[in-house]
């Protein structure tokens, strides 16, 4: 089967650094996601990534390593405004996206 | 502003009835999507379009039924048969194949059934 894994929830302090991780098994790949989330909110694009390395987008930056079949989101800087849930989804051969559960960040002051 | 609309944003329906969820969007996008959200699980596919007169069942759409009648709106349909319909459904739209990843998203509905 198919299968995203992240962590449930994530405390961090604000000013600091946090790296969300994601494991993956799936049939084939084309292409990991992140979005994040606002509680009661509609998911918004942070990220995407298709070959390895680091994708460097402002504060955020997203990793991928595609023969562990992983990936991080790195979120530098804290704000409290990055409390929120963040979502990793990978697209499978068949073009279809496999989400996660998503992680739960908790900035605290 | 291109954008997607839902409504609404909350609804209330008793069991045994079925209820229409609206999505339109003007961001001229030919795929749409409609998926569920429940606490703890990945969002998971109900139905997606990717031409007008056109759709495909995703991952869990016994107890649903969509339209795609013009390019803009893809209404949802959460019938009686569905066992467990409490849950927020987000529409969404993308160019197709989406080459770049990225899904607009509606702001959701959020469905309870008394």
């Known amino acids: 089967g198919q299968n995203i894994d992240q962590p449930t929830e994530m405390t961090a302090t604000e000013g600091a650094i946090v790296q969300i991780n994601c494991t993956y098994q799936t049939s084939g790949f084309n292409g990991l996601f992140w979005y994040q989330q606002h509680a009661g909110e509609a998911p918004t694009f942070l990220s995407y990534?298709?070959l390895d390395g680091l994708e460097e987008k402002g504060r955020f930056s997203s990793f991928l390593s595609r023969s562990k079949g992983y990936s991080y989101l790195l979120l530098k800087e804290l704000q409290m405004k990055d409390s929120a849930s963040y979502l990793c989804a990978v697209m499978d051969s068949n073009y279809q996206l496999i989400w996660g559960a998503g992680t739960k960040l908790i900035i605290k002051p | 502003d291109g954008g997607i609309t839902q409504s609404p944003k909350y609804l209330f329906r008793k069991e045994g009835q079925n209820v229409t969820l609206s999505c339109e969007q003007n961001l001229n996008h030919d795929a749409m999507y409609w998926y569920r959200q429940d606490p703890g699980q990945g969002l998971r596919l109900i139905y997606y379009s990717q031409i007008v007169n056109d759709f495909q069942k995703g991952d869990i759409a016994e107890g649903y039924s969509v339209s795609r009648e013009k390019k803009e709106s893809f209404p949802l349909t959460v019938t009686s048969a569905q066992k467990n319909p409490t849950a927020f459904y987000l529409c969404?739209?993308?160019?197709?194949?989406?080459?770049?990843?990225?899904?607009?998203f509606g702001e959701g509905s959020r469905l309870t059934v008394l």
């Open positions: 990534n298709v």
């Open positions: 969404a739209s993308s160019t197709p194949g989406l080459v770049s990843g990225e899904l607009f």
